[in-house]
C-alpha cells in the first residue's frame, strides 16, 4: 500500500486489516505506515480472535481467554490497539462498531477526509469463533451505559437518560450524576488535544469490572502534518532542480571499476 501511494499519490488508498494481521505478522507495516503518515486509510476490524485460521487467541483477546491454542487461558496482556496508534504518531485515530451502521458510516467518512494515515478501529462481531464478543457495547439494553460517544466540542455526556458524564479529576477521568451536579466542569472533547486523547485512549477498562469507564468511540485524535508521497515528491524535485535528471545506467555503473585480467 505504502509502494502503491508513492508510485500513484493521486488515487485513495484502503488497507483493510484485522486484529491478528495488523497487530502481530504485519504490526510492524502497521506502526511504519502510521508514522511516515502516506495519505492512506486503514480499516482495522478487530474480532478479538483469529477467524480465518479457525479460532486461535489474538493479540486483542482478553486474558484468561480459552481457545484453540490457549486450552487453559490465555496469560498474554492484550494490545490496546489506539495506544498502538498514538504511540505510533497516528495523524488520525477513531473508534466504532459493525452494529452501529450510522455512526460505521460517519467515521468511514471522516477517515477518507483526512488527509494523512486514518487507523480506523472496528469492532466486528465474529459469530462462529466469538460471538458476543462486544455485545456489552452492541446491545440495546447495555449500549447507553457502556458507549461513549465522542463530538467535537461537546460534554462527554452518556446514559440511557443522558443521566452521566464524565470529568477530569487531575488526569484522571471519573463518571458524575448529572442530576446532581449538573453539567458545569464536564469534559469538552477536543480532538486536537493530543494530552486528553491519550487519556481517552486509555479508558479501556474491562467491562466485566464493577465502578468501570464507558468505552469511547468516535474521533479521538486529528492532527495536520506532511504526508510522506507529498515530502518524497518535493525532495525529488529539488535534487533534479540542482543536479539534473541523472542517468541511471551512469548510477549503476559507479564511479568505480576495475578489470580482472
Avoid at 74 to 84: E, G, M, V, Y
Avoid at 145 to 154: A, I, N, P, T
Avoid at 191 to 198: G, L, P, T, V
Avoid at 218 to 231: H, K, P
Wanted: net charge negative; hydrophobic share 40%; glycine share 10%.
Amino acid at each position: 500500500a505504502s509502494g502503491l501511494k508513492a508510485a500513484r499519490p493521486e488515487l485513495s488508498v484502503w488497507v483493510v486489516t484485522g486484529d491478528g494481521d495488523g497487530l502481530s505478522i504485519g504490526g510492524n507495516h502497521t506502526i511504519h505506515l502510521l508514522r511516515r503518515n502516506f495519505d492512506i486509510n486503514i480499516l482495522l476490524f478487530n474480532n478479538q480472535i483469529y477467524g480465518l485460521t479457525k479460532g486461535q487467541y489474538s493479540p486483542t483477546s482478553e486474558e484468561h481467554k480459552i481457545t484453540k491454542s490457549t486450552p487453559f487461558g490465555s496469560i498474554d496482556h492484550p494490545f490496546n490497539p489506539l495506544a498502538l496508534a498514538m504511540g505510533a504518531d497516528a495523524s488520525f485515530i477513531a473508534r466504532t462498531m459493525d452494529r452501529d451502521p450510522k455512526h460505521l458510516q460517519a467515521m468511514l467518512m471522516r477517515s477518507q477526509q483526512h488527509r494523512g494515515a486514518s487507523f480506523l478501529e472496528i469492532y466486528q462481531n465474529c459469530n462462529i469463533f466469538n460471538d458476543g464478543a462486544f455485545e456489552i457495547f452492541t446491545e440495546k439494553a447495555s449500549k447507553p451505559d457502556e458507549v461513549l460517544f465522542l463530538e467535537q466540542g461537546k460534554p462527554l455526556i452518556f446514559g440511557a437518560t443522558q443521566n452521566k458524564g464524565i470529568k477530569l479529576d487531575g488526569f484522571k477521568p471519573v463518571i458524575v450524576d448529572i442530576a446532581s451536579e449538573g453539567t458545569a466542569g464536564l469534559w469538552i472533547h477536543d480532538e486536537k488535544d493530543f494530552y486528553k486523547a491519550q487519556i481517552l485512549i486509555r479508558m479501556f477498562d474491562d467491562p466485566r469490572l464493577e465502578g468501570h469507564l464507558p468505552r469511547p468511540f468516535g474521533v479521538f485524535y486529528e492532527t495536520d502534518r506532511a504526508c510522506y508521497e507529498d515530502s518524497m515528491t518535493m525532495q525529488i524535485d529539488e535534487i533534479i532542480a540542482k543536479k539534473g535528471k541523472g542517468d541511471l545506467d551512469k548510477l549503476l555503473r559507479g564511479n568505480e571499476t576495475w578489470v580482472i585480467g
